[in-house]
């Protein structure tokens, strides 16, 4: 459940940094590098490190499940690859509007509040959105699929044969009774064999 949402983290953090960057290459065009610089993108390095990192972690945990020996994958409900790329699509457009807030809040050079995100060609960010949106979903789909195809079958339990419950014999016999032979109408003693 966790290697889920590494990937998801991962993917959509990659897609956000992906949404971000084009929407300024778009509608900045050859200066897009200076607007950047100019409105306070410098921490976009350490994040775009921090997602670096997260996408190697969620492909390691992906080999990992597929190279795992002997445990059963997890199994998951698939949702409908519609309502994942909405869900991926809503989610890069919140990343992006609540970014841009922050960004014209906090840093000097970048408009502030609705001027943020909607200057510029910031209209671009919605069919941008819904893109990356579908590459994110397509790639959470395929990873759960090359998990299904490929990860080893959970071991079936080794099944053992019914025990059948055999009668036991008692612990403590109890002696039998000499006097049955001595007492009258007692059965014949064996004949004696040739003297």
Request: proline residues 9%.
């Amino acid at each position: 459940m966790w290697g889920f949402r590494l990937r998801c983290f991962a993917l959509l953090g990659s897609g956000a940094i992906a949404l971000h960057e084009l929407r300024y290459l778009i509608g900045y065009g050859g200066d897009a590098g200076h607007a950047l610089a100019a409105q306070g993108h410098g921490y976009l390095d350490a994040v775009t490190a921090t997602v670096a990192l997260a996408l190697v972690a969620a492909l390691a945990v992906l080999i990992a499940a597929v190279v795992r020996v002997g445990a059963p994958a997890a199994a998951r409900t698939a949702r409908p690859w519609r309502v994942r790329w909405l869900a991926a699509s809503g989610a890069l457009l919140a990343v992006f509007v609540a970014q841009e807030l922050v960004e014209g809040a906090l840093s000097p050079g970048h408009p502030a509040g609705v001027a943020g995100v909607a200057s510029n060609g910031s209209w671009i960010a919605v069919p941008l959105a819904l893109a990356i949106g579908a590459v994110v979903a397509v790639l959470l789909r395929g990873a759960e699929a090359v998990i299904a195809r490929f990860a080893p079958s959970p071991r079936r339990p080794r099944l053992r044969p019914p025990r059948i419950a055999l009668p036991r014999a008692p612990l403590h016999e109890p002696p039998r009774a000499v006097a049955l032979l001595a007492a009258p109408g007692a059965p014949r003693a064996p004949p004696l064999l040739g003297c």
